[in-house]
């Protein structure tokens, strides 16, 4: 359908702002969760509990949703509403552009239209998958978070 009524290019329209997100998004993890770690070690011990490496991958989530994906969505979104419409009806001639409609017409914060449920919704992903990663590696591999070791100790 979209082939027909909008030509082969179409299938591909979205992707470069979709790829710059999840390559930010990808880039921003493993050096803010490292610095938000240190945060929450205990100073005296330089251990991390489990409980803090968990808030650590929330606030990496929280960090992800204020910085990178809720302007992303904003943009995604108001692109995205105008699906359907003929060229000469479109507010937004392409992602730069509505970026540039969004600050104009409702200043910077407009891109963060709807942050709080998306800090929400990504702090928990963060966290979830953090969870679900140190379980399925040490039920899989009986690797460890932290240490880089099986808890079998070459016995594989």
Same mark, same amino acid.
């Given at each position: ?27 921003? $993890?493993? #050096? ?18 489990? $409980? ?8 990496v ?42 600050? $104009?017409?409702e ?6 239209? #709807? ?5 929400? $919704? %990504? #702090? ?9 990663k ?17 808890? %079998?100790?070459? %016995?594989?």
């Open positions: 359908m979209v082939v027909r009524t909008e030509g082969v290019r179409a299938l591909w329209k979205g992707l470069t702002p979709f790829a710059t997100h999840l390559t930010l998004k990808y880039t921003l $993890r493993p #050096g803010s969760n490292a610095t938000l770690e240190s945060v929450f070690k205990d100073s005296d011990t330089d251990h991390l509990s489990e $409980r803090d490496s968990v808030a650590s991958w929330f606030g989530g929280v960090l992800e949703a204020l910085l990178i994906v809720t302007p992303f969505e904003v943009v995604k979104i108001r692109l995205q509403q105008q699906k359907g419409l003929s060229p000469e009806l479109l507010k937004y001639k392409g992602p730069v552009h509505c970026v540039r409609m969004i600050i $104009r017409e200043g910077l914060f407009g891109l963060w239209a #709807g942050a709080a449920p998306t800090v929400m $919704r %990504n #702090g928990t992903n963060q966290a979830a998958m953090f969870i679900a140190n379980a399925f590696d040490g039920m899989l591999w009986k690797k460890h978070e932290g240490t880089g070791e099986s808890s %079998n100790h070459g %016995n594989q």
